[in-house]
């Protein structure tokens, strides 16, 4: 199975900051990364998909990369809004996994 | 507008069976992917099934295979999860999820674009 591997697990930001999340696959996933963020109670939301297509109605504040097996998600100007849970995805194999999750605070 | 609705959770005994039913509405049933994607208590996601658009392949997460099924009915825009022998571990929200037809996006669009809103199982004697 193909392990992602995000850091950091937990990261403090103020509202403004420019801040980054890394997804590491342990093997070649090509560019099969999704990007989702899910606030308590709710359901993920699509945020990026092919590890640099913005979902449509996705703010362009956010915006996702890949250097090999490594990824990034970047929020170029945090809201009060992207206070949440990120998590990256792999599709590029069954079983499908995910990241182990990224929670954005407040600081 | 797409719309998925998660129903059939509930509290079960271990080694008991129970089916839960995702609604779809808003799209063509019959061309999407559909997912099963789970969240136990204060944990991360958990991928646990896919089944193809016609319904002829799927797969499973370790985990479940074995005591899952994932199904579909085209006539009543409706996904399946079938769980039996169930444990303690799987205790969790269950969320159904799909797939974007790829055709609509050039193919790249591997994702799960839309998800219902989950429905709890709670295992527990």
């Known amino acids: 199975d193909i392990q992602l591997t995000q850091s950091p697990s937990f990261l403090s930001a103020s509202v403004g900051d420019r801040v980054t999340i890394t997804c590491r696959a342990s093997?070649?996933?090509?560019?099969?990364l999704a990007w989702y963020q899910q606030k308590p109670g709710k359901a993920p939301k699509l945020l990026i998909y092919?590890?640099?297509t913005l979902q449509s109605g996705v703010p362009s504040r956010f915006s996702g990369s890949r250097s090999g097996t490594e990824f990034t998600l970047t929020i170029s100007s945090l809201q009060p809004e992207d206070f949440a849970t990120y998590y990256c995805?792999?599709?590029?194999?069954?079983?499908?996994?995910f990241g182990q999750g990224t929670r954005l605070e407040i600081k | 507008q797409v719309q998925l609705v998660d129903s059939g959770g509930g509290v079960v005994q271990p080694g008991r069976a129970l089916r839960l039913s995702c609604a779809a509405s808003?799209?063509?049933?019959?061309?999407?992917?559909m997912h099963w994607v789970r969240q136990a208590p204060g944990k991360g996601l958990e991928w646990v099934a896919v089944?193809?658009?016609?319904?002829?392949?799927?797969y499973y997460a370790d985990s479940v295979k074995g005591r899952f099924t994932i199904s579909r009915d085209k006539s009543k825009n409706t996904l399946y999860l079938q769980m039996n022998s169930l444990s303690t571990e799987d205790t969790a929200v269950y969320y159904c999820?799909?797939?974007?037809?790829?055709?609509?996006?050039?193919?790249?669009?591997?994702?799960?674009?839309?998800w219902g809103q989950g429905t709890l199982v709670t295992v527990s004697s």
């Open positions: 092919a590890a640099s």
């Open positions: 999820a799909r797939s974007p037809d790829l055709a609509s996006c050039g193919g790249d669009c591997y994702s799960l674009d839309y």
């Open positions: 808003g799209f063509t049933f019959g061309t999407n992917a």
């Open positions: 093997q070649g996933i090509s560019s099969y």
């Open positions: 995805q792999q599709l590029n194999s069954y079983p499908i996994t």
């Open positions: 089944i193809s658009y016609d319904g002829s392949i799927e």
